[in-house]
Nanobody, 128 residues
């Protein structure tokens, strides 16, 4: 059974940093595309950053590009989202999601419906 667990959320002031972790059990994440999504209060779920099975195959949503970094640690079966220069508009519940990568997968075209496995979410609050 695939289980994804997010951690690392919290409350930070604007300009601060957080590192979110997505750790898997029941599956080797090296074979999966991992996506980080977020849902702000009153808004829909949006993709933030994705990473394919090749670490250089990444996607970043425009508002986080240059501030967030997605990476893998295969030994820990974990994917990270390093978030720097946080802004109040980054406040949201963050979810990680996973989907087995195939030869037809185009990472930067994936949407929420393409991901079959989801974590429970972790809250990030950016406020002074």
């Amino acid at each position: 059974q695939v289980q994804l667990v997010e951690s690392g959320g919290g409350s930070v002031p604007p300009g601060g940093s957080l590192r979110l972790s997505c750790t898997a059990s029941g599956v080797n994440l090296d074979h999966y595309v991992i996506g980080w999504f977020r849902q702000a209060p009153g808004k829909g779920l949006r993709g933030v950053a994705f990473i394919g099975t090749t670490d250089t195959n990444t996607f970043y949503e425009a508002t986080v590009n240059g501030r967030f970094l997605i990476s893998r640690d295969s030994a820990k079966n974990t994917v990270y989202l390093q978030m720097n220069s946080l802004k109040s508009e980054d406040t949201a519940t963050y979810y990680c999601a996973a989907e087995l990568e195939s030869e037809d997968t185009v990472v930067d075209e994936m949407t929420r419906s393409d991901f079959g496995f989801w974590g429970q979410g972790t809250q990030v609050t950016v406020s002074s």
